[in-house]
T-cell receptor
Framework: GESVGLHLPTLSVQEGDNSIINCAYS??????FIWYKQESGKGPQFIID?????DKRQGQRVTVLLNKTVKHLSLQIAATQPGDSAVYFC?????????????FGTGTRLAVRP | NAGVTQTPKFQVLKTGQSMTLQCAQD?????MYWYRQDPGMGLRLIYY???????DKGEVPNGYNVSRLNKREFSLRLESAAPSQTSVYFC???????????FGPGTRLLVL
């Protein structure tokens, strides 16, 4: 069935290093993807998005890469900081007969070592 | 702007009790959503409202009802709470159904 998943449930990185969080999606008709950050006890917070007509988009310290050939999405965080510690979700906008729906992955926990 | 607000933050219910979770947004968004989040699972859509005056079932609607009171407010009601409804509930809103959703802080519900 249609699903959004993550390759790694937890990722531990040294402060200052770059982080890469991966996500696989299965619906080739999805045309919009979003990365969210969720800190403990809080709601998901929008980080960055990308449409299927792009393969890369950059924000402040974050870059999202989209590879439609292999249906893979990644979030790169440059110079990871302690404040980046959180769970990161990818979401895809699935085109369904009932309308557009966001489907969320289960999340990857990013732990930043001082 | 406060964004998306939810009340209450925490609630403990006994099996069979009823309650309403409140959600409001001040971003003039058309679409609003209710999700539940359980350990080890992604956010699951309970109900959504693509625009004022419409509501539709999501992935897990059983045991819940919703009301889109006006453009700003979207409430979720549990008529007879069950332990399986213990979860964290998030409300979200977006300009339109195909666009980025913005989330509230969540309501943590425990049903005994």
């Amino acid at each position: 069935g249609e699903s959004v998943g993550l390759h790694l449930p937890t990722l531990s990185v040294q402060e200052g290093d770059n982080s890469i969080i991966n996500c696989a999606y299965s619906n080739s008709a999805s045309d919009y993807f979003i990365w969210y950050k969720q800190e403990s006890g809080k709601g998901p917070q929008f980080i960055i998005d990308i449409r299927s007509n792009m393969d890369k988009r950059q924000g402040q310290r974050v870059t999202v890469l989209l590879n439609k050939t292999v249906k893979h999405l990644s979030l790169q965080i440059a110079a990871t900081q302690p404040g980046d510690s959180a769970v990161y979700f990818c979401a895809e906008n699935s085109k369904k007969s009932s309308g557009d729906k966001l489907t969320f992955g289960t999340g990857t926990r990013l732990a930043v070592r001082p | 702007n406060a964004g998306v607000t939810q009340t209450p933050k925490f609630q403990v219910l006994k099996t069979g009790q009823s309650m309403t979770l409140q959600c409001a947004q001040d971003m003039n968004h058309n679409s609003m959503y209710w999700y539940r989040q359980d350990p080890g699972m992604g956010l699951r859509l309970i109900y959504y409202s693509a625009s004022e005056g419409t509501t539709d079932k999501g992935e897990v609607p059983n045991g819940y009802n919703v009301s889109r009171l006006n453009k700003r407010e979207f409430s979720l009601r549990l008529e007879s709470a069950a332990p399986s409804q213990t979860s964290v509930y998030f409300c979200a809103s977006s300009v339109g159904p195909e666009l980025t959703q913005y989330f509230g802080p969540g309501t943590r519900l425990l049903v005994l």
